[in-house]
Every structure is written in structure tokens, then in C-alpha cells.
Nanobody, 124 residues
Framework: QVQLVESGGGLVQAGDSLRLSCAASGRAFSSYGLGWFRQAPGKEREFVAAISWTSGRTTSYADSVKGRFTISRDNAKNAVYLQMNSLKPEDTAVYYC????????????????WGQGTQVTVSS
């Protein structure tokens, strides 16, 4: 069982940066693949980024954020992060972190545990 709590969201202007954090509780954190998803009003939840279990050697990004966002994990702190640079208004959404028993995954139904989400709003 893993509990996830996101933080770090807020209101920023286009071009700004934000760093989202997700704190996890529970055992064997390093054995989970981790991901970030987002959901904008009226849209389905979409994949943003994923990082593999243990060392986090493998990462994957949605095309829309590639080169701007970076996912990382700190197993000693039971945390996963999403550094978001050059934010755009279309990045506005509720951001969720998730944990998967897979090595890593890009599909939401492969994630068993979810946080409650944190709002990111980017003004133009």
C-alpha cells in the first residue's frame, strides 16, 4: 500500500517554472514505477512523465512536455518530483502523481495508487 500526497502547485505566468513534489508513505517505495498525469477541465486525464523503479534510470515524457519538464525520484526521501520549466497556458491542469507495480508505465490504468492532485494554473 502506498499513499501519495502532491504539493507545489500554484498560479504562475507563462514562461515561469514550478517544481511539483509528491511524498509517499508505505513500504518498498523504490520498487514502484512512478508517474505524473494531468487533467484539464473538460478533458481526460493524460500522461505527462514516468520514471522507472529503483534507480530511476529510465524516464519517459509526453511529447507536449518533452524538453521542458523533468521527472526525478529520491528513494531516500520517498519522493518524486516534476520540474516544469517554460510553462505554457495549456499546461494548466490538476497534476497527479501515481505509483505502479510495473517498471514504469505511460498508461493510467497501469497505476494502482494515486494522489489527490495539485492545481497548476498558467496565465498568459
Amino acid at each position: 500500500q502506498v499513499q501519495l500526497v502532491e504539493s507545489g502547485g500554484g498560479l504562475v505566468q507563462a514562461g515561469d517554472s514550478l517544481r511539483l513534489s509528491c511524498a509517499a508513505s508505505g513500504r518498498a517505495f523504490s520498487s514502484y514505477g512512478l508517474g505524473w498525469f494531468r487533467q484539464a477541465p473538460g478533458k481526460e486525464r493524460e500522461f505527462v512523465a514516468a520514471i522507472s523503479w529503483t534507480s530511476g534510470r529510465t524516464t519517459s515524457y509526453a511529447d507536449s512536455v518533452k524538453g521542458r519538464f523533468t521527472i526525478s525520484r529520491d528513494n531516500a526521501k520517498n519522493a518524486v518530483y516534476l520540474q516544469m520549466n517554460s510553462l505554457k497556458p495549456e499546461d494548466t491542469a490538476v497534476y497527479y502523481c501515481a505509483a505502479s507495480s510495473q517498471v514504469y508505465a505511460r498508461v493510467s490504468n497501469q497505476y494502482e495508487y494515486w494522489g489527490q492532485g495539485t492545481q497548476v494554473t498558467v496565465s498568459s
